[in-house]
C-alpha cells in the first residue's frame, strides 16, 4: 500500500499525468485559486507522501480496532481532500467520505488514480440532496473524521453514537512569528510562501505575522520590505484566484482601516498592512496580512490568549528556546517559516 | 460667510458651487481631524492636490469604530450619535456640536420625501422609543424634531406600547382622521405580530401615511421588502403608493429617500452618492452594483466622505438597495427591534 501511495504522489508531481493536467486545468477554479498556484499547490501537497512520513503515519495510526469510519472533508483546499484520502488509505477499513460538493472534480480525480493503483475503494459523495442516507452512515460507524465549520460539527454530533470516536477539526487559524533574530530578508523570502500559497484560505495560513523589535530589520521594516520587495515578484507569478461575494469590499474597508491605524501597502491582488495596535483579524482574507510588533515573548503570548483555542498552527524563525516556550504554552503545532502550509496532518 | 453659513445656504437653497463647497469642507476637516489629515497624507490626497469632490479619500464606516473622527474635540460635543449593536460590538460614533445643519438637513428633505406639505400639522404615531429614551439614536433624534415641528398635540412615541398604539389608531381610524406612521421595519414587524395575536386589522384612514426604516435584515429575523409592504397592506390597510422608505445612518447628517411603489433612493443634492466597485475603486455604470459612497456635506464637523457596507445597484438619478455587503457586521435601527 505505501508503495501504490508513493506512486501516486510521484504522478501527481509530474507534469505529463493526465489526471493532473485535467485538475489543474478545470479544478482549480473549485478552490479559488489560479491555475498557477494549484500546480503548486500539488506540488507540495505530494511531496509530503514520502515512504518515511507515510510509514510514520501508519505505525501512528491509532484507529487501528475500528470497523466503519466517516470523513467529512472540507473543501477550502485541496490539501484537506489529500490528505483525507491518504488517511482513508491508512485507515484500511471500509469506509465513506463526504466531500464538500457532488462536482469536486480534484476528488474524482484522485480517487480515479487509487483506483488505478488498485488501493481499496471507498464509497465517496457528497449527499447534497440525501442526507437521511448520509446520517445512518454516520450512525453506523464507529469512526468519525470532520473537518469544517463549528456550527456544522455541533450538527453532526446528533447523529453519531456516543461509542462512536469523533475526531473534529473546527474553526482553526494560524499565524506566523519571527523573533529578533530572524526578522531580516532570508526569513522573509521564507514567509511570501506562507501567505500567497492557497491565497490564505487554508487553516494553515498565517493571518498575521508578529515581529519581534529589536532585530535587524525593525517590524515596521519587515512590512515594508516585504511588501515593496518581496512580495510582488512572487505575487505576479501565482496570481491569486477569484473572490467570494463580499470579499472585495471588506478589503477595501479593510485596507480603510489599516490607512487609519498604521500602514497600507497594496498590489492589484495583495494587500500588506503594519499597526502597533491592532485586534486579531475576525476574517481571514485572501491575500491580505497585517505585521504587527511585539517587544518580548511573554507579550505575544498574552496577545495570542484570546484566540488559543483555536490556534492550530504557528510558523516561526527564531531561537529554540522562544519556541519551545510557546510550544509549551500553545496547543498548536510549531512549523518552520516558509513550510506553515507544508504539514500533513493526519492522525 | 463661515463654512456652515455656506453649507446652510446651500441646504436651504441649493445656492453656491456645490464642487467648490466640498473642497472647502474637505480642506476643513483635513485640518481639524488630525486622524484624517495623516491618512490623506498617506495616500497622497490632500487639499493641494484634489480638485474634484470625488477624488475626497472616503472613510470607511468601520473607522468610525475605532477612532473619533470629529473637527471639534469630541468631549465637548452636546451629542453623540451611536451606531446601533450588540454590547460587546464597538459603537462608530458621531460628534454633534452644534445641530443647525443637521436640523436643516431634516427641514429641507423630511417633508418633501414624504410628499407632505410643511404647512399643516399632523398626527404622527411614532413606532420607537422617544429621543429622551435613547439619546444615542439619529434616527429617534430625527424623529423626535418631525414630531416637534410638524406634529400635532396628538402625536406620539409609542416605543413598543402596541396596545395604546392599537387605541389611538382604531380612535383615529373611527373619526377619519389621517396618520402618519414612522417607525423601522422591525418594529412595524413587531407590532403585526401584535396584531395578528389580537386579530386585529386596521383600516387606516385615507390619506394617510408610512415611513419605514432602518433594514430589512435582523440578527434573528429577515424580512423581505415586498412581505413587509404586503403586511403595510394587510393589517393597516395602507397600499403601497402611501408607503415611503428612509435610509441614513449615524456617519451621516442627511438621509435618503424612496418614493412609493419604487426601490429606487434618493440623495439630497448636498449629498450626492456614488456606488464604486470594490475590487476596482471606481464608480460602477448605471445598472451595476457596488458599494454605496457618500459626500455629505452637512457632516461638516465630522467627515464628509462615508464609504458604507451596504450595496446597491447604481441608477440614473438614484441607487437601489440590494443589501449588506456579505461578512459586514450587522447594524442599523431595526436590530434593536428583533
Known amino acids: 500500500m505505501i508503495d501504490s501511495l508513493i506512486k501516486i504522489a510521484t504522478d501527481w508531481q509530474s507534469p505529463n499525468y493526465a489526471l493532473r493536467r485535467q485538475a489543474i486545468e478545470e479544478g482549480a477554479v473549485e478552490f479559488r485559486l489560479s491555475q498557477e498556484n494549484f500546480t503548486l499547490a500539488l506540488d507540495w501537497i505530494f511531496s509530503l507522501w514520502t515512504e518515511e512520513r507515510i510509514s510514520a503515519a501508519l505505525a501512528k495510526n491509532p484507529f487501528k480496532k475500528s470497523k466503519y469510519a466517516v470523513q467529512i472533508l472540507a473543501g477550502n483546499t485541496p490539501a484537506i481532500i489529500a490528505q483525507g484520502f491518504l488517511q482513508s488509505a491508512l485507515l484500511h477499513i471500509p469506509q465513506c467520505i463526504k466531500v464538500p460538493c457532488e462536482q469536486s472534480i480534484f476528488a474524482k480525480l484522485l480517487q480515479q488514480s487509487f483506483k488505478e493503483k488498485a488501493l481499496p475503494p471507498f464509497e465517496m459523495n457528497a449527499w447534497q440532496d440525501n442526507l437521511s442516507e448520509f446520517y445512518t452512515k454516520l450512525a453506523q460507524a464507529d469512526l468519525v473524521i470532520a473537518y469544517g465549520q463549528d456550527e456544522t460539527l455541533d450538527t453532526l454530533k446528533k447523529y453519531i453514537s456516543s461509542h462512536t470516536t469523533f475526531i473534529c477539526h473546527g474553526h482553526a487559524e494560524s499565524a506566523a512569528i519571527l523573533f529578533k533574530e530572524s526578522a531580516n530578508r532570508t526569513y522573509l523570502e521564507k514567509l511570501k510562501y506562507d501567505m500567497l500559497s492557497y491565497d490564505q484560505r487554508g487553516c494553515l495560513s498565517p493571518r498575521m505575522v508578529f515581529v519581534e523589535k529589536g532585530g535587524e530589520l525593525s517590524p515596521e521594516m519587515c512590512a515594508k520590505i516585504f511588501a515593496e520587495e518581496i512580495l510582488p515578484p512572487l505575487a505576479q507569478q501565482l496570481p491569486r484566484g477569484g473572490l467570494f461575494d463580499g470579499e472585495a469590499a471588506l478589503i477595501l474597508h479593510q485596507r480603510n482601516v489599516y490607512g487609519f491605524r498604521g500602514q497600507v501597502y497594496s498590489g492589484p491582488d495583495w494587500t500588506v498592512c503594519y499597526a502597533e495596535k491592532q485586534p486579531w483579524p475576525s476574517h481571514a482574507l485572501p491575500r491580505f496580512i497585517p505585521f504587527m510588533p511585539f517587544t518580548h515573548s511573554e507579550e505575544l503570548i498574552e496577545i495570542l490568549d484570546p484566540v488559543k483555542n483555536h490556534l492550530i498552527s504557528l510558523g516561526c524563525a527564531g531561537q529554540k528556546e522562544k519556541m519551545d516556550l510557546f510550544q509549551k504554552n500553545f496547543t498548536a503545532r510549531i512549523s518552520p517559516i516558509g513550510e506553515m502550509q507544508r504539514q500533513l496532518l493526519i492522525f | ?338
Not at chain 2, 463661515?2 to 437653497?13: E, T
Not at chain 2, 447628517?253 to 456614488?274: A, D, L, T
Open chain 2, 1 to 338: 460667510m463661515s463654512l456652515n453659513q455656506k453649507v446652510l445656504d446651500y441646504i436651504l437653497n441649493q445656492t453656491g458651487d456645490f464642487n467648490q463647497l466640498a473642497l472647502e469642507t474637505f480642506a476643513h476637516q483635513y485640518q481639524q481631524c488630525k486622524p484624517y489629515q495623516e491618512y490623506c497624507r498617506k495616500l497622497n490626497q490632500t487639499p493641494e492636490n484634489i480638485d474634484a469632490w470625488q477624488e475626497i479619500p472616503p472613510v470607511s464606516t468601520e473607522v468610525f469604530r475605532e477612532f473619533d473622527l470629529c473637527t471639534l474635540p469630541p468631549e465637548t460635543a452636546r451629542y453623540v450619535f451611536q451606531t446601533s449593536g450588540t454590547s460587546q460590538e464597538k459603537k462608530g460614533k458621531h460628534y454633534y456640536h452644534d445641530m443647525t445643519l443637521y436640523d436643516a438637513s431634516i427641514q429641507a428633505s423630511f417633508m418633501q420625501g414624504m410628499g407632505l406639505s410643511s404647512k399643516d400639522r399632523a398626527t404622527f404615531r411614532i413606532l420607537t422609543p422617544s429621543f429622551s429614551e435613547v439619546p444615542t439614536s439619529s434616527l429617534f433624534y430625527m424623529f423626535q424634531k418631525v414630531l416637534e415641528w410638524y406634529g400635532n398635540t396628538s402625536s406620539q412615541f409609542y416605543s413598543q406600547d402596541y396596545a395604546g398604539l392599537t387605541k389611538h389608531l382604531l380612535n383615529d381610524t373611527q373619526k377619519s382622521h389621517p396618520v402618519i406612521l414612522l417607525g423601522t421595519a422591525f418594529s412595524f414587524v413587531n407590532f403585526f405580530d401584535y396584531l395578528n395575536d389580537k386579530n386585529i386589522a386596521l383600516k387606516l384612514p385615507k390619506e394617510s401615511k408610512l415611513l419605514e426604516t432602518g433594514g430589512l435584515k435582523g440578527r434573528t429575523r429577515h424580512v423581505s421588502r415586498e412581505a413587509l409592504y404586503q403586511l403595510f397592506n394587510t393589517q393597516l390597510g395602507l397600499e403601497s403608493e402611501h408607503c415611503f422608505s428612509e435610509y441614513g445612518m449615524t456617519e451621516l447628517s442627511s438621509q435618503c429617500y424612496g418614493k412609493p411603489n419604487s426601490h429606487v433612493f434618493f440623495s439630497p443634492p448636498w449629498m450626492p452618492v456614488r456606488i464604486i466597485h470594490p475590487e476596482k475603486d471606481h464608480e460602477v455604470a448605471i445598472g451595476e452594483t457596488g458599494l454605496v459612497q457618500f459626500f455629505d456635506l452637512a457632516n461638516t464637523t465630522a467627515l464628509s466622505a462615508i464609504l458604507t457596507s451596504d450595496l446597491a445597484i447604481k441608477h440614473p438619478q438614484g441607487f437601489e438597495l440590494v443589501g449588506r455587503s456579505p461578512h459586514a457586521i450587522l447594524r442599523g435601527c431595526s436590530t434593536v427591534f428583533e
